[in-house]
């Protein structure tokens, strides 16, 4: 690769506006959206500690999953980024729907053998933190 070349001068901006910000994906999770939704706008903008109790004893399905990415998140904050988990808050939160290639669906009879298609539905659950700055 040339010294001058876009590449190159591609490869040093992405490197200066890469974001630094701890984060974790559960990617392709067996789980609709919406559903994930209401679960990850409980945790948004509480601390972490918080945000595992809330979501520990939530009875949804959708909880479950998201301690788990709360967790992999923390631990990639305390890991790679060297953060101290008392300063970390939730920052962003986002489950998107899955891709239709992995959506399927499924037939239920009715009357006069026609059928109901039911929609198994997969999502993408993120969980993005930062640290709280001191006033």
């Known amino acids: 690769m040339a010294k001058g070349s876009r590449t190159q001068y591609k490869k040093e901006r992405n490197k200066e506006n890469r974001d630094v910000r701890p984060q974790a994906h559960a990617?392709?999770?067996r789980l609709a959206d919406?559903?994930?939704?209401i679960v990850l706008e409980q945790i948004k903008g509480k601390g972490i500690a918080e945000a595992r109790a809330i979501l520990t004893y939530s009875p949804r399905?959708?909880?479950?999953?998201?301690l788990n990415v709360l967790n992999s998140a923390v631990a990639n904050a305390e890991h790679n980024l060297g953060m101290d988990e008392d300063n970390l808050f939730v920052q962003e939160v986002r489950a998107n729907r899955g891709?239709?290639?992995?959506?399927?669906w499924r037939l239920n009879p009715r009357a006069k053998g026609r059928g109901n298609r039911t929609e198994i539905k997969f999502?993408?659950?993120?969980?993005?933190?930062?640290e709280k700055t001191p006033k």
């Open 123 to 130: 999502s993408h659950v993120s969980i993005i933190l930062n």
């Open 99 to 104: 891709t239709s290639h992995y959506s399927r």
């Open 61 to 66: 399905y959708a909880a479950v999953i998201a």
């Open 34 to 37: 919406t559903k994930a939704r």
């Open 27 to 29: 990617k392709y999770v």
